[in-house]
């Protein structure tokens, strides 16, 4: 190929790719921009802003409710993740072959991904209410509790409760993901396993799960990236409470930039937010093999 | 690659010579007013469409676009739109967010015009006094919202109690739900409470507890804006809530946790007998529960008198606006009795003229009778930094109300706090 018709072929591709960069340039470069002056400034609605240096950042990185609003977003990542992935993997294992019994699982599992979480977390609100949600109608039937429990009032028991709900909404997705990811390993590697005298739990672990890693780091990565992005369920189902410690990070942003008015500190968290989350996902790329390809 | 960089012109060539053309036709025409106008409640819709047919039949070349906006987006859309300088011409806002944006230039002053207004003194001046600032008026009452307290005259009954009696004062309040709470199966856990308290929501711990507060002689802000929270009057209000769960026991733990549609559930279910309610469920109530007979009260009080937390929207003509002239007349037609009755009135919703309120539509319905009565004794907290004391307010109430902040200690601070946000 000359050097002309490198050139050609790539403005060809560039050409194509114009509508999506375009989005792209207005809808994430332009805004993030916007997001990076604004960090600096203190920011006015109306009339001009005054320059702040990194001050926003030192307001931001010496407030004790950011560092308390990232521990908990970690915490509920760290709960959240296993709870999503070990039944989704289970459930791919199981699903993976197409049948008509199976196409009507996957579908009713992956259902509650189609909701919004703001839907879902109302309706287990209502699950969860202790006066009159079905859940402890049921528990206390079957004599599993005494008296109503009040699920989502002590924090450790909140966290774990919503995480429930969020695996419920969401691992249907990373079923999916895994599915596909298991459909490309070649039937002739599980022969030769099974011609070798594999156990189940052996191809599973040996076999299966070393092959799909890139797709289990790429699932990971979506669903870390969406854990830590953490609003709609926590808003609506604690509001943050009890005193904060349900508070996730971008609950932290919307209090500071549009609850208390003050854009630039906001900004300034948004920016220290997008690093961290960068850095993990970097991070998580690396250890599925991403890098090098 | 020649055919895919003409497809590529032409499509920019046509979006430029569509965009082009629609600015000539605003400009050239030279006559047409597009006023927007912003709203929390589609029922604003309607009024637009009203609008919008009436300047078509008098000829005028004024036309109203209507945008919902979701409650949670209020400001968050307003001030991206003014920093975009792109504010609607006409805002009907939650009024407790007034004072800020007025005091940052976001309104235009309308004392002449509301001066003019026959029906001036038939708007709710509790209220207005958030849509005013240094003696001159901004913005005016428009859709109103008080929180009372409804009582199910069918629990009062089936418990032995007056249907026609709810509690007025904090003793009936006690004795009124411990009376409702019951376990009816034998359990030892109640299936039904008497109160519930408000929750998970800084908003819901203003309009429903703030009115225990007033009606005790406290307040949270003097007339000059500075804290007067840590009182005595302020702890009393706080102990009757706290006790209602751990002494009385007779409303749930979780309560303060719930959400108000938490609550709302057990009303209607028939699990809740007092509760802390407002106009805007009055509707809903109705439907969802049509055999449920309920009452609409004051907030019980304690040493004072009864009192009600004036919420709702102020609507105004942004500072932005480039048509004054034409938002104030399309303000004047939603102020219009043909508007209110017929499009407010009929959803019961509470319209901000009291003389208005006979009118076929409320006669029907002996609670809106109450909410006239009530209207005149709503309260609002005047503050420029209303959304900062949020925070405060429900970690501090809320931390009180779940044992893990002693009721001293939580009034002290809290007014601690709000000293610092309102500085």
């Known amino acids: 190929m000359t050097l002309g018709q490198l050139a050609s072929k790539n403005r060809m591709g560039l050409l194509f790719m114009l509508p999506s960069l375009s989005l792209l340039v207005v809808f994430f470069l332009f805004p993030l921009t916007q997001v990076l002056y604004m960090s600096f400034q203190d920011w006015n609605v109306m009339g001009s802003s005054t320059w702040e240096g990194i001050n926003n950042y030192i307001k931001a990185l010496g407030s004790g409710e950011f560092w308390l609003s990232l521990w908990n977003t970690f915490i509920y990542t760290v709960i959240v993740t296993p709870l999503i992935f070990v039944p989704a993997i289970l459930l791919a294992v199981m699903l993976k072959k197409t049948t008509f019994r199976t196409e009507v699982m996957r579908v009713v599992i992956f259902i509650p991904f189609t909701i919004s979480f703001v839907s879902a977390s109302y309706i287990w609100s209502w699950i969860y209410n202790d006066t009159y949600g079905i859940l402890n109608f049921l528990l206390s039937k079957i004599d599993l509790i005494s008296r109503p429990v009040n699920w989502l009032g002590e924090t450790w028991r909140a966290r774990v409760m919503i995480s429930i709900m969020v695996a419920w909404k969401t691992l249907g997705f990373s079923m999916l993901i895994f599915i596909s990811g298991l459909q490309s390993i070649s039937q002739e590697i599980y022969e030769a396993a099974d011609i070798d005298g594999a156990s189940r739990i052996q191809t599973l672990f040996l076999i299966t799960i070393p092959i799909l890693r890139p797709t289990i780091f790429l699932a990971l990565v979506i669903s870390i990236a969406g854990s830590f992005k953490a609003f709609d369920q926590f808003f609506i189902m604690t509001n943050g409470g009890p005193m904060r410690t349900t508070q996730t990070i971008v609950m932290y942003i919307n209090k500071i930039a549009f609850e208390n008015y003050d854009m630039g500190t906001g900004s300034a968290v948004s920016v220290l937010f997008l690093i961290l989350l960068l850095s993990i996902s970097y991070q998580q790329i690396r250890m599925g093999g991403y890098t090098g390809e | ?423």
């Open chain 2, 1 to 423: 690659m020649k055919k895919v960089l003409i497809i590529w012109l032409l499509i920019l060539v046509i979006a430029a010579l569509t965009f082009a053309a629609g600015e000539q036709e605003g400009k050239g025409t030279n006559k047409m007013v597009a006023l927007r106008v912003w709203d929390r409640d589609s029922v604003m819709g309607d009024v637009v469409d009203q609008f919008n047919k009436k300047m078509q039949s008098e000829g005028k070349n004024i036309k109203a676009q209507f945008e919902l906006i979701p409650y949670g987006q209020q400001v968050p859309k307003f001030m991206a739109a003014m920093a975009a300088g792109r504010a609607p011409d006409i805002y009907s806002l939650d009024l407790v967010q007034y004072p800020y944006f007025i005091s940052i230039g976001a309104f235009k002053d309308i004392t002449e015009e509301f001066e003019a207004l026959p029906f001036k003194d038939e708007l709710p001046q509790g209220i207005l006094r958030l849509g005013k600032q240094n003696n001159k008026v901004y913005a005016l009452p428009y859709e109103i919202d008080l929180s009372v307290l409804n009582w199910s005259k069918n629990m009062f009954r089936a418990a032995g109690l007056d249907p026609e009696k709810p509690p007025l004062t904090w003793d009936d309040l006690i004795k009124d739900s411990v009376s409702l709470t019951k376990d009816k199966n034998g359990d030892g856990n109640p299936d039904q409470w008497g109160f519930a308290e408000v929750g998970n929501n800084a908003g819901s711990y203003m309009f429903w507890f703030m009115p225990f507060i007033w009606g005790n002689n406290g307040r949270m802000f003097d007339d000059n804006g500075k804290v007067v929270f840590d009182s005595r009057e302020s702890k009393e209000a706080l102990q009757l809530w706290y006790d209602l769960i751990y002494k009385y026991k007779a409303a749930p733990v979780s309560s303060a946790q719930w959400s108000s549609g938490d609550r709302y559930n057990a009303f209607i279910a028939g699990k809740l007998g007092l509760f802390l309610s407002g106009n805007f469920y009055i509707k809903t109530i109705m439907k969802d529960a049509p055999d449920l007979d309920f009452g609409v009260t004051l907030i019980p009080h304690g040493k004072g008198k009864g009192a009600t937390f004036g919420g709702g929207n102020l609507i105004g003509i942004t500072s932005q606006s480039k048509h004054p002239a034409e938002a104030w007349e399309f303000i004047k037609f939603a102020f219009s009795k043909d508007v209110l009755v017929n499009n407010y009135a009929p959803k019961l919703m509470l319209i901000p003229r009291r003389d208005l309120y006979e009118n076929k539509y409320y006669a029907k319905y002996p609670q809106m009778k109450k909410y006239q009565e009530i209207l005149g004794h709503a309260i609002t907290p005047y503050t420029y930094k209303y959304n900062q004391i949020y925070d405060p307010v429900l970690y501090y109430l809320q931390g009180s109300l779940l044992g893990k902040i002693k009721i001293d200690s939580a009034i002290k601070d809290l007014a601690v706090e709000l000293k610092k946000v309102t500085k």
